[in-house]
Structure formats: structure tokens, C-alpha cells
């Protein structure tokens, strides 16, 4: 792309074939022309002048000028680019500071070493032009399916051309055991765009779950119109998927047509997949009715959500047991990822023999603290019973409900538990003021004394200590780390104390103590005159 100040009309005759061949504003490709000559033209005239082109857009006419900026009389640095207002009003008579003086000069005629450094500004300049409308075009096409065509690979990863551009498939976001060869077609999903030094780089996917979404929406029409939402994916790519789908108009069955007359619909999804095996299956609002949804083709007996810990227990007949786990876990972990929940897959002779062990444990738990026999404490637990506080505490008409018990053997009994649980609050208590336990703690509305005996042992002695921890400490909670849910034990988790209850404790704290204001936190003067009231009690019994 040689460029002469000879032929005018060359310079635009040039821009405009380069725009056409780059798809870019041909204007830009002017723009770095004009650059690129003024360049050349400062190493004409000396690098220190401020030297500007513009060429005539209708007759390609190059027009050199030399600029000189008006600054104050002390502030002159470049004598070749600056004047003072004196010296510039002999051409400005209005110049003020900051006015510019510009005046034309001489064209230059470019050799071949000038020539070729203009045309490499220009390439450079064009090729950034080229950059940006790339990147432009593909960053709202994030999220999308692209059909390409395979360039080459380098590596083990795909480099595609998408028309305008290249992308990039990696080797770990192809399926399996793909292979391309080049000019074989492609279709990739889009996850991610970004503008980079080297320009915009597209990263291609197809083991992304959302590229089997994008793949249903074309195939299916009622999802591209909103009928039917595809509400979560989970993929083992190149094996399985499992796909939740609803249906908002209740007269379309959503799995009936996802797969299509006669498969034909999930067929397509599946020979773009590789062969990858699709379970539809009907999304639900409740968690353990989708969870049943999920785990098919296994059957599930029973279903506990532990709704704090994020975790849910399936409880599956024995011989339904590999079928519900799947080769190397597959199904249980593709469910898992469908629902956001850890799940734990136990057979029902599992769960009984977990039931028996529970029952002998709070049996005996009866025996010892209320001094019966074996028979009536089973009674107990059969009836729900889990731990002293309960008896101690439940309305007496509750016991009086139990076949065989009278108002005699209830209140003996509720007797027995209370004081049994004084004997072991007592014991708590002197256990936590030999640990060095403070009054301030000792008497916080809120802490039981196992929970004060809890908090000494681990150096939390005071309400000062108290008011430092954070909630879940104190209650426990579930922390992901490298992709896993890791619990963390709490202080008084063992008292199933809830993640709002320590946080209610531990701000009630620091405003007794003066650390907030409690008009921003919510707490009441009804909390503080409890704790006010059960310091004063403390006071008087010491």
C-alpha cells in the first residue's frame, strides 16, 4: 500500500478498498493515513514541530500545517512548537494563551523507508479499528450458540473461524473424544468475550450445561417463546445431562415437548452432543418433590431437607440403591447439581438401624436421669420424647396421654426431670466458674449454663468475649472450599442454637455493653430490660 503525494485521489482510492476488505469505517483508515504522513512529514521538518495532515475527504487533497500553541512568556519549552502572546500576534492579532497558530507547509514527496513506515502506522492503526469492531460484535453474542469453521488446532485446542474473527474451543470444553479436522464445520457455544492486548479473544465451550439449554431453545419453539423455561442444567459431558424444565401454560406438557414427536426433538439435541443420554424432567417448586424428580430413574421412599446446612437426606429402598447412586455416582451427583443441594443416599435397612440406635440412645438417656425402667422410658421416646427439657417442661396433660400414665407417675416424673436438670446446671455453672467464667457471661439473658460451661472451655469468659464472635461461630455453618461444602462446627451448636439466635445474642451483647446503638440494630428496650433484670437476680444472689 504505497502512498505518494503524486496521485491524490490514490490516498482515497485506498482507504476506501482497505475499509471494504476489513469491514471498518473508512474514515478510521484516512484518519491513520493522516498520521502516518504527518509522521513522515516530522521526520522531514524535525521532530520537535507539532505537524498535522488533513486530507480532503471529496478530492484526497493532503494539507501539511505546522501548529504552534500560545503559552505564557515563562512557560516556553519548545520554541518549535510554542510562541509567546508577543511573538504570536504578529501573525494572531487577537492571540490570547492557549490560541493556536497554524500555517501551511510544504508537502513532502515520501521515499521508499518513509513510505513503508506509513504503511506500517497504517496496518497498525487498521488493524486496532479491526480489534474493536470485533469485539464489538461478539461481546453481546456472549451466551449464544456461533457456527464456525475449524481453521486448525494447536496443542489439543481449536482454533475456529467464526467470519469475522477466530475463536478458540479448548481441549477440556470439548466433548469426550471429539476430533476436528480443518474445514470442518462447528457449532460452539459463546462463554466468553474479552478484549485483550493481543485484541479480542472468544472462548468457545461445548461441555458448558447452558449449550445444551441454547441447543433445546432451537430446537424447541415453545421455549424460545417462554412457554416452557428451562429452569436448571447439569451435564457430565459426552455421558449424561439432566435438564429441569416448566411449563407455564398447563396445557403443554413441558418433557412431552422437549422430546418431540417420536424423540425427534431431544434426537437432535443428542446427535449434536455426541450421543450424550438427556433425562427431562419436570421441575417443582418443592425441593423434595424435584429432588424425587431428579433421582429417576430410581425409586425414593422418603425424603428429610436439612434446610440450614444446604444438605438432604434420600432414603431409597436397598435394592434401588446403585441404581439411585449411578456408575461412578453419576446420577446422584448430576441431581445434585440440578437441585444445589448436597445429597446423602441411604437404604431403608440403613435408616432403620440408624432409628434403633437413636431409640436405645435416648432410652437410656430416660433410664439414667429419671430413674425408671426400661419399659416406661421406651414409652417416653415412643411418644416423641427426646430429652429432658421436654418432660420437664410439657404440658402435663401430654403424659397423662400416654397409655398407663396417671397424675401421680406425670408428676413424679416431671419432678424428677426438673431436678435432675438443676443438679446439672449447678454442675455446669461450677464447672464454668472454675474455668474463670464472669458474672457478666454467667448471667447474659439467652446462655443456658451447659452453654456458659461450653463457652469457658473454649476461653470465653466474659461478655466482652462474647460480643466478639461472630454468629457462626457460635452456631456453625457451611463453607465452600474448592468446590466442596466443608461444615464448621459451632460453640453451641450441640444446643441447636440457629444462625438468627446468635446473631440476636451477640448484638444484644455489644449493645449492653455500649459497642452500637441499638436504635440501628433492632433491639428492643423489652430485651434490655431483661438483661438488665437478670443482672440485678445475679447481683442479689452473689
Known amino acids: 500500500m504505497a502512498i505518494t503525494s503524486a496521485n491524490q485521489l490514490e490516498l482515497l482510492q485506498t482507504a476506501d478498498a482497505v475499509a471494504r476488505e476489513k469491514m471498518i469505517d473508512p474514515g478510521l483508515v484516512i484518519e491513520a493515513m493522516e498520521e502516518s504522513l504527518a ?31 500560545v503559552v505564557e512568556d515563562d512557560a516556553v519549552e519548545n520554541h518549535h512548537a510554542q510562541l509567546t502572546v508577543a511573538q504570536a500576534r504578529a501573525w494572531l492579532p487577537d492571540a490570547v494563551v492557549g490560541s493556536e497558530v497554524i500555517d501551511e507547509v510544504p508537502p513532502v514527496e515520501l521515499g521508499r523507508i518513509a513510505a513503508q513506515s506509513a504503511k506500517q502506522v497504517i496496518l497498525q492503526k487498521v488493524r486496532e479499528a479491526e480489534r474493536d469492531r470485533q469485539y464489538e460484535e461478539f461481546k453481546d453474542r456472549k451466551g449464544t450458540i456461533i457456527n464456525g469453521q475449524v481453521k486448525r488446532e494447536e496443542y489439543g485446542n481449536i482454533i475456529v473461524d467464526v467470519g469475522q474473527g477466530e475463536a478458540i474451543l479448548r481441549r477440556n470444553e470439548k466433548i469426550g473424544r471429539e476430533s476436528y479436522r480443518p474445514n470442518d464445520r462447528i457449532r460452539c457455544y459463546i462463554k466468553d468475550v474479552r478484549r485483550e492486548a493481543r485484541g479480542p479473544q472468544i472462548f468457545l465451550s461445548r461441555t458448558d450445561p447452558q449449550f445444551m439449554a441454547e441447543l433445546f431453545k432451537m430446537e424447541v419453539p415453545e421455549i424460545y417463546d417462554g412457554i416452557i423455561e428451562i429452569k436448571a442444567v447439569a451435564r457430565d459431558p459426552g455421558s449424561r445431562a ?73 432414603v431409597v429402598p436397598d435394592e434401588q440403591l446403585s441404581l439411585a447412586i449411578g456408575r461412578r455416582g453419576q446420577n446422584v451427583r448430576l441431581a445434585s447439581q440440578l437441585t444445589a443441594l448436597d445429597i446423602d443416599i441411604v437404604t431403608e435397612s440403613q435408616e432403620s ?18 430413674d425408671v425402667d426400661e419399659v416406661l422410658a421406651q414409652l ?9 427439657e421436654e418432660v420437664a417442661y410439657v404440658d402435663i396433660d401430654e403424659l397423662l396421654g400416654i397409655d398407663g400414665f396417671d397424675e401421680d407417675t406425670a408428676a413424679e416424673l416431671q419432678a424428677r426431670a426438673r431436678d435432675q436438670l438443676e443438679a446439672e446446671n449447678r454442675r455446669a ?64 451448636e450441640k444446643f441447636d442454637m440457629s444462625l438468627e439466635e446468635a446473631q440476636h445474642l451477640v448484638m444484644t451483647a455489644r449493645v449492653l455493653l455500649g459497642w452500637v446503638d441499638p436504635s440501628e440494630l433492632g433491639v428492643t428496650e423489652e430485651d434490655l430490660e431483661a438483661v438488665a433484670a437478670a443482672e440485678d437476680e445475679q447481683e442479689v444472689g452473689a
Not at 438401624?353 to 429419671?370: D, H
Not at 417416653?380 to 429432658?388: C, I, P, R, S
Open 429 to 492: 455453672l461450677d464447672s464454668a466458674r472454675e474455668m474463670g467464667a464472669e458474672d457478666s457471661l454467667i448471667g447474659f439473658e439467652g446462655l443456658t449454663p451447659q452453654m456458659v460451661e461450653a463457652l469457658a472451655e473454649d476461653g470465653i469468659k466474659t461478655l466482652e468475649d462474647f460480643a466478639t464472635c461472630a454468629d457462626w461461630e457460635l452456631a456453625g455453618g457451611w463453607t465452600t472450599v474448592d468446590g466442596q461444602r466443608v461444615k464448621d462446627e459451632g460453640l453451641l
Open 39 to 69: 509522521r513522515a512529514a516530522k521526520s522531514r521538518y524535525g521532530a520537535d514541530l507539532d505537524i498535522r495532515v488533513h486530507i480532503d475527504r471529496k478530492t484526497g487533497r493532503a494539507q501539511f500545517s505546522r501548529v504552534r500553541t
Open 353 to 370: 438401624e440408624r432409628r434403633q440406635a437413636e431409640f436405645a440412645e435416648r432410652t437410656q438417656l430416660f433410664v439414667a436421669a429419671l
Open 242 to 314: 439432566k435438564i429441569a424444565v416448566i411449563s407455564y401454560d398447563n396445557s403443554i406438557d413441558p418433557v412431552g415437548a422437549c422430546v418431540g414427536m417420536r424423540g425427534s426433538r431431544v434426537q437432535a439435541v443428542v446427535n449434536e452432543l455426541q450421543g450424550e443420554k438427556i433425562d427431562i424432567i419436570p421441575w417443582n417448586q418443592d425441593q423434595a418433590t424435584f429432588l424425587v424428580n431428579a433421582l429417576q430413574p430410581a425409586e425414593v421412599s422418603k425424603v428429610v431437607i436439612d434446610e440450614d446446612a444446604a444438605r438432604i437426606e434420600v
Open 380 to 388: 417416653l421416646v415412643a411418644e416423641g420424647f427426646t430429652n429432658l
